[in-house]
């Protein structure tokens, strides 16, 4: 039995009471979460240009509404992530297609989201060391569409394997050109659902997939992953549940600007009212995981007319914006509020530095790769080199000693997603003040595990979802086909 076989084999088995129950409760969370970001991207520009080109997000087909959900959650990075992989722009909204449209109840559909969960996260982890990861990995897709689909129509292990092997035969490799600079970026959970439906449908049919498309010489994992991990795609299957390290967000902009941003909330709140006249300049201290994605969006981010795609990357414009007015809303990615030019004024004066506390940090949480590192042993050190330089090597090997930092668990009980920043602001009358953030407000961690429901509910009430629709979330489970029908129309309503 290959490895995509046992997880084949084990996912079509999943049963709701084989769930424990904080991760049933992090996926129910996880279905809020998603539905809010659902309705942020409906109601965005964009988002209505790709409902009148493909139809509304509840279709007769659920096999384009699904792909529709997918794209209207995806681009303004308010899609939840874990170790590893942007998972919920399948892993929730194909389950939320067809358990609609098969008429499922909430158990139903929270195991769906559960096993599409497993099995995206696990296949995305094994090529976690790549050239691609986050957003640019659409490869998480392709086995988050086939699992959510074939979870809701209870089909056997074989068509699992088949639709996973085909789905997985051409895997598309996004170009950053088109990710950063154009409205391509509506694709990108769009194109690898779309895939994944072609495949359960041609699985169906009797078409046939290579069981070890994954982990084959000529396979997935040579062309996709520097260091692959196979073990990750079958190890601790019912014991090892990749749900418990997801991350949700809160607000909109990369996961890579989160802490900042948080720190720049808070700096408002101590500063007072700011006029951008009144800051002399702003620094944020961070790990090598947002100097990353900053270096890559920052070509592109030159001023109000700067595309989505980059601009949601940028850390100097958020964090200006946040410092500002105390908040970071989908609204401030659009006009007139994006063309406010004391936010780009000050977004000038930000200024992002190294710090090598925090990335030890970074490599020491298990998302989003600490833990793909851990695995790797010494053999990621070609691919820590390629990501920062040789000194990330030894930052990574040091991770275990960086504060707050502690070695990965083996069932992820204890996951955190450490993406630190610290923000530092000099005011021209002379006063300083200094904000620091380890873990941001909906990452993997304590926190959050304490009060993901919670923070959830807020996010989709922030979005223009209705109180009753999100205290209604967590009885998902319970809830009746009719009622559950219901209850998903309303959300998007």
Same mark, same amino acid.
């Given at each position: 039995?290959?490895?995509?076989?046992?997880?084949?084999?084990?996912?079509?088995?999943?049963?709701?009471?084989?769930?424990?129950?904080?991760?049933?409760?992090?996926?129910?969370?996880?279905?809020?979460?998603?539905?809010?970001?659902?309705?942020?991207?409906?109601?965005?520009?964009?988002?209505?240009?790709?409902?009148?080109?493909?139809?509304?997000?509840?279709?007769?087909?659920?096999?384009?509404?699904?792909?529709?959900?997918?794209?209207?959650?995806?681009?303004?990075?308010?899609?939840?992530?874990?170790?590893?992989?942007?998972?919920?722009?399948?892993?929730?909204?194909?389950?939320?297609?067809?358990?609609?449209?098969?008429?499922?109840?909430?158990?139903?559909?929270?195991?769906?989201?559960?096993?599409?969960?497993?099995?995206?996260?696990?296949?995305?982890?094994?090529?976690?060391?790549?050239?691609?990861?986050?957003?640019?990995?659409?490869?998480?897709?392709?086995?988050?569409?086939?699992?959510? !689909? @074939?979870?809701?129509?209870? +089909? #056997?292990?074989?068509?699992?394997? /088949? =639709?996973?092997?085909? %789905?997985? &035969?051409?895997?598309?490799?996004?170009?950053?050109?088109?990710?950063?600079?154009?409205?391509? !970026? @509506?694709?990108?959970?769009? +194109? #690898?659902?779309?895939?994944?439906? /072609? =495949?359960?449908?041609? %699985?169906? &049919?009797?078409?046939?997939?290579?069981?070890?498309?994954?982990?084959?010489?000529?396979?997935?994992?040579?062309?996709?992953?520097?260091? #692959?991990?196979?073990?990750?795609? /079958?190890?601790?299957?019912?014991?090892?549940?990749?749900?418990?390290?997801?991350?949700?967000?809160?607000?909109?902009?990369?996961?890579?600007?989160?802490?900042?941003?948080?720190?720049?909330?808070?700096?408002?709140?101590?500063?007072?009212?700011?006029?951008?006249?009144?800051?002399?300049?702003?620094?944020?201290?961070?790990?090598?995981?947002?100097?990353?994605?900053?270096?890559?969006?920052?070509?592109?981010?030159?001023?109000?007319?700067?595309?989505?795609?980059?601009?949601?990357?940028?850390?100097?414009?958020?964090?200006?914006?946040?410092?500002?007015?105390?908040?970071?809303?989908?609204?401030?990615?659009?006009?007139?509020?994006?063309?406010?030019?004391?936010?780009?004024?000050?977004?000038?004066?930000?200024?992002?530095?190294?710090?090598?506390?925090?990335?030890?940090?970074?490599?020491?949480?298990?998302?989003?790769?600490?833990?793909?590192?851990?695995?790797?042993?010494?053999?990621?050190?070609?691919?820590?080199?390629?990501?920062?330089?040789?000194?990330?090597?030894?930052?990574?090997?040091?991770?275990?000693?960086?504060?707050?930092?502690?070695?990965?668990?083996?069932?992820?009980?204890?996951?955190?997603?450490?993406?630190?920043?610290?923000?530092?602001?000099?005011?021209?009358?002379?006063?300083?003040?200094?904000?620091?953030?380890?873990?941001?407000?909906?990452?993997?961690?304590?926190?959050?595990?304490?009060?993901?429901?919670?923070?959830?509910?807020?996010?989709?009430?922030?979005?223009?979802?209705?109180?009753?629709?999100?205290?209604?979330?967590?009885?998902?489970?319970?809830?009746?086909?009719?009622?559950?029908?219901?209850?998903?129309?309303?959300?998007?309503?």
């Amino acid at each position: 039995m290959t490895a995509l076989e046992a997880l084949a084999e084990w996912a079509s088995g999943l049963e709701h009471g084989d769930i424990p129950d904080p991760v049933r409760a992090l996926a129910t969370s996880q279905v809020l979460s998603q539905l809010g970001s659902i309705r942020a991207g409906v109601h965005h520009p964009l988002g209505r240009r790709l409902v009148a080109a493909f139809g509304g997000p509840w279709q007769a087909a659920p096999r384009i509404g699904a792909c529709v959900l997918a794209g209207l959650g995806s681009w303004l990075n308010l899609d939840d992530t874990a170790y590893a992989g942007h998972l919920s722009n399948s892993t929730v909204a194909v389950p939320l297609a067809y358990a609609r449209a098969g008429g499922l109840d909430g158990a139903a559909l929270i195991t769906a989201v559960v096993a599409a969960n497993e099995c995206a996260a696990r296949i995305t982890a094994a090529a976690t060391l790549g050239p691609l990861r986050g957003q640019s990995a659409v490869h998480t897709h392709l086995a988050g569409g086939v699992a959510g !689909r @074939l979870a809701c129509q209870g +089909a #056997p292990a074989a068509r699992w394997t /088949d =639709a996973l092997g085909l %789905a997985f &035969a051409m895997p598309a490799w996004p170009l950053m050109r088109a990710f950063l600079a154009s409205d391509a !970026r @509506l694709f990108n959970a769009f +194109a #690898p659902v779309r895939t994944a439906m /072609d =495949a359960c449908d041609a %699985a169906a &049919a009797g078409l046939r997939g290579a069981p070890d498309i994954l982990d084959h010489p000529d396979g997935f994992l040579s062309r996709f992953a520097s260091v #692959p991990l196979p073990g990750a795609v /079958d190890d601790g299957l019912g014991t090892r549940w990749y749900t418990r390290t997801l991350s949700f967000k809160v607000r909109p902009g990369g996961p890579g600007i989160d802490a900042a941003v948080d720190c720049a909330i808070e700096l408002h709140g101590a500063l007072g009212p700011l006029r951008e006249q009144d800051v002399a300049d702003v620094v944020v201290e961070a790990s090598l995981y947002t100097l990353y994605a900053g270096r890559a969006a920052e070509p592109y981010v030159t001023g109000p007319g700067a595309p989505l795609g980059a601009l949601v990357l940028h850390t100097p414009y958020p964090v200006a914006t946040a410092l500002l007015t105390g908040g970071l809303t989908v609204d401030d990615f659009d006009a007139p509020l994006l063309d406010r030019a004391d936010r780009w004024k000050l977004a000038e004066r930000v200024v992002l530095r190294h710090d090598e506390d925090f990335t030890r940090a970074l490599f020491g949480s298990v998302a989003p790769f600490g833990e793909a590192v851990r695995q790797a042993g010494a053999a990621a050190g070609p691919w820590l080199r390629a990501f920062g330089g040789p000194r990330t090597e030894e930052l990574a090997r040091g991770r275990d000693d960086a504060a707050g930092a502690a070695p990965a668990p083996g069932d992820f009980r204890d996951a955190t997603k450490a993406t630190p920043a610290r923000v530092t602001v000099r005011m021209r009358d002379g006063r300083t003040e200094v904000r620091e953030r380890l873990v941001p407000i909906g990452a993997a961690g304590p926190d959050t595990r304490a009060r993901h429901a919670e923070l959830t509910r807020e996010k989709f009430v922030s979005l223009g979802g209705a109180e009753d629709v999100a205290r209604a979330a967590p009885d998902i489970g319970s809830m009746d086909p009719d009622t559950l029908a219901d209850w998903l129309e309303a959300s998007l309503r």
